[in-house]
């Protein structure tokens, strides 16, 4: 079975921080809006196969998948994160 890659993004729904410059796009499983970072443009441009997946679909995969693995973070994303920190 091909392993399966999705990008696990943030509910436009939800609160919390957005990161400036996100995009709009939708969970490929429930199709509810999510944000996509600029950094992960490049995850997606990458990887024609992924598809975003929305923060509570990707904890109903992950009970379900034991197999279901988490990717390390990409320095593009690592520097988002700091800018967040940064900011508060
Ligand atoms: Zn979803």
Same mark, same amino acid.
């Given at each position: 079975?091909?392993?399966?890659?999705?990008?696990?993004?943030?509910?436009?729904?939800?609160?919390?921080?957005?990161?400036?410059?996100?995009?709009?796009?939708?969970?490929?499983?429930?199709?509810?809006?999510?944000?996509?970072?600029?950094?992960?443009?490049?995850?997606?441009?990458?990887?024609?196969?992924?598809?975003?997946?929305?923060?509570?679909?990707?904890?109903?995969?992950?009970?379900?998948?034991?197999?279901? $693995?988490?990717?390390?973070?990409?320095?593009?994303?690592?520097? $988002?994160?700091?800018?967040?920190?940064?900011?508060?």
């Amino acid at each position: 079975m091909p392993e399966r890659k999705a990008l696990i993004c943030w509910l436009v729904s939800l609160e919390g921080y957005v990161t400036p410059g996100s995009l709009k796009d939708k969970c490929s499983k429930c199709g509810q809006p999510v944000w996509v970072a600029p950094s992960s443009w490049f995850i997606l441009y990458d990887n024609p196969e992924m598809e975003p997946l929305c923060i509570l679909c990707a904890v109903e995969e992950m009970k379900k998948d034991k197999e279901f $693995e988490i990717g390390g973070i990409t320095p593009a994303q690592a520097v $988002e994160v700091l800018e967040y920190l940064n900011s508060r």
